[in-house]
C-alpha cells in the first residue's frame, strides 16, 4: 500500500512592484499640476508701447501757393524736358512743340539708341562722389533717397537726350519754350491756379467745386491757348482749413493748431491765422516744407488734433497701489559700516546686553530719489520703528517710521524674472489703458516687461529693495 504523501503549502513573498508606484507617483504629479494650472493664475506679460490721449476730427484743407500757369501760343504736339516736380533754372528747355506727330515717331525710333551726354555721365558721377564723402552708418536710410534721387536724374538726362536727338532730325517746324523764372515744374492744373487767400470766398469749399487738378496732354495735339505746365516760384504754401463747431471749441485759446496729413507721418503743430469767408471762420496755416509732394493736389483731406499728449500706455489691469516710506533726506547718511558708497538710516533698537536704545545703522536701498526724499519699500522696516536724524550741523530729531508712510501707484516690472515696483504718474484714462508719463525716476520706461494682471503675483516674486 502507498504511503499517503502529505503536500504542505509554503506562503510566499509578494514582491513591490516598483514600476507600478512610479507610474503611480507620476500620475499623481501630473494630476497635482493639472489642478494648479487651471487654479493658480497665470503670469502674463505686457511690453510697455508708447501712445497719446486727444481727439481727432477730419477736416478739408485747401493748398494756396505762389504759382504761374503757362499756355501754349501755337497748337502743336508737346514733349517736355523735364520730369513732374523737377526743380529747373531760369532759361531752361521746358518743352518743344512741333505741328507734326513725326517727333514723337523720332523719339519712339530712338529708344534703344539714345545715350547720355558726357556733361550728364559726369553730373551722376559727381553725384555718386558727393554722397559717399558725406555718407555715415548712422543715416543709412539716407540711401534710398539717393537712389530715388539718382535714378530720376538719370531718366531726365536720358529724356531729353532723346528729345535732343530727335530734334536735330525732324523736318517739321519746332518751337522750343523756355522757362521765364525759376521754380518746381507741374503739369497739373485746375481753376485755381494762382488763387490768393485774397480771392477766396469760402465757395471753395462746396462738394462740387473742390476740383481735382488735371493733367496736360504731352502726348496729343495741344490747341492755342492750351495749359502746357506751371510753375511754383516759392518753397512755402498755404493750407486753408474749414473747421467744423467743435474743433473751433477746442481751438479756443489755442495759438496752435495740431494735424496730420494723410500719407505723411510728420504731425505738424502751427500757427494759424483766423479768416472769415462769407460769414464762416477758417484757419490759415503757413508751411514752409514739402510743398513738392503735393503739386498734383488742390484739396487735401487732413486730420484735425487736439490737446494730444504722449505717454505711455499701461494696461489698467497691471495697475497696483503700494505703501512706501518718504523718508526726508535730512534722515538718511552716507558711509556707514565703513562702506564709503552705502546709504543708510539710524534706527532706534534695544540692546539687551547693556538694557539700553541704541542707534543702529541700516543700508537701505531706495526705490528712487527724488525732491530730497528716499523711497522706500515698506516691508523693509517695522513702522513701528523711531529714527533719527543725521545731520550734524543740525538739531537732534527723532520720528517714527510711522509717519513717513505714504501710497504710491506703479505697476511691476519683470525684465529681470522677479518683480520690482516702477511708480507711474497718470495722464489720463484711454479705454482699457493708462497713459502714464514717460522719463520718471524710479518709474516705467518704453519696452518694459510688466505683469499684466497683478493678481497673479505673489510674495516670493517680488524684490522689495531698488535695484
Given amino acids: 500500500m502507498a504511503k499517503d504523501k502529505k503536500i504542505v503549502k509554503f506562503r510566499t513573498r509578494r514582491e513591490v512592484n516598483i514600476g507600478l508606484i512610479v507610474a503611480f507617483a507620476v500620475l499623481v504629479l501630473l494630476i497635482i499640476n493639472i489642478y494648479r494650472y487651471f487654479t493658480i493664475p497665470h503670469l502674463s506679460l505686457y511690453k510697455v508701447q508708447e501712445g497719446n490721449s486727444g481727439s481727432e476730427v477730419q477736416a478739408v484743407a485747401m493748398i494756396l501757393r505762389t504759382e504761374t500757369a503757362y499756355r501754349t501760343e501755337q497748337a502743336g504736339y508737346l514733349n517736355y524736358y523735364y520730369r513732374e516736380g523737377a526743380r529747373i533754372a531760369k532759361g531752361t528747355k521746358v518743352y518743344s512743340l512741333n505741328d507734326s506727330s513725326s517727333l514723337q515717331n523720332l523719339i519712339k525710333k530712338n529708344e534703344e539708341n539714345s545715350l547720355l551726354s558726357v556733361n550728364d555721365i559726369e553730373r551722376l558721377k559727381s553725384d555718386v562722389r558727393t554722397f559717399f564723402v558725406d555718407y555715415t552708418d548712422s543715416a543709412f536710410s539716407e540711401i534710398y533717397l539717393f537712389k530715388e534721387d539718382f535714378l530720376s536724374d538719370y531718366l531726365r538726362y536720358r529724356d531729353i537726350s532723346r528729345l535732343d536727338v530727335a530734334s536735330a532730325e525732324t523736318t517739321g517746324d519746332l518751337v522750343t519754350v523756355f522757362a521765364p523764372q525759376s521754380g518746381s515744374v507741374t503739369y497739373f492744373s485746375d ?34 491757348g492750351s495749359f502746357a505746365y506751371k510753375l511754383v516760384t516759392e518753397d512755402t504754401w498755404q493750407l486753408v482749413i474749414k473747421p467744423d463747431e467743435d474743433s473751433l471749441k477746442q481751438l479756443r485759446g489755442e495759438d496752435t493748431v495740431t494735424f496730420r496729413i494723410p500719407g505723411d507721418s510728420t504731425v505738424y503743430e502751427k500757427p494759424y491765422e483766423l479768416l472769415t469767408l462769407n460769414g464762416e471762420p477758417y484757419l490759415l496755416v503757413e508751411m514752409d516744407r514739402y510743398g513738392t509732394d503735393y503739386l498734383k493736389e488742390r484739396f487735401l483731406d487732413i486730420t484735425l488734433e487736439f490737446h494730444v499728449e504722449k505717454g505711455l500706455k499701461i494696461p489698467s489691469t497691471s495697475i497696483v497701489e503700494k505703501e512706501v516710506y518718504q523718508i526726508p533726506e535730512r534722515f538718511v547718511t552716507a558711509g556707514g559700516l565703513g562702506n564709503e558708497n552705502s546709504t543708510g538710516i539710524m534706527i532706534e533698537r534695544f540692546d539687551e546686553a547693556s538694557g539700553e536704545v541704541k542707534p543702529d545703522y541700516q543700508v537701505i536701498h531706495p526705490l528712487f530719489v527724488e525732491n530730497g526724499y528716499y523711497y522706500v519699500a515698506s516691508e523693509v522696516f517695522d513702522s513701528g520703528l523711531y529714527l533719527n536724524s543725521a545731520g550734524a550741523d543740525a538739531e537732534p530729531e527723532r520720528a517714527m517710521m510711522h509717519s513717513f508712510l505714504t501710497t504710491l501707484e506703479g505697476v511691476y516690472n519683470m525684465n529681470r524674472g522677479y518683480a520690482v515696483f516702477r511708480r507711474i504718474e497718470r495722464i489720463t484714462d484711454v479705454e482699457d489703458y493708462i497713459l502714464v508719463r514717460s522719463g520718471l525716476a524710479g518709474g516705467v520706461s518704453l519696452y518694459d516687461h510688466i505683469v499684466l494682471d497683478v493678481s497673479a503675483v505673489t510674495k516670493d516674486m517680488i524684490m522689495i529693495e531698488g535695484e
Avoid: A, H
Avoid at 465757395?203 to 496732354?217: H, L
Fill in 191 to 224: 481753376i485755381y491756379d494762382g488763387y490768393t487767400k485774397e480771392q477766396l470766398t469760402g465757395e471753395e469749399f462746396s462738394k462740387e467745386n473742390q476740383t481735382v487738378p488735371e493733367q496736360s496732354r504731352p502726348s496729343g495735339l495741344s490747341t492755342i
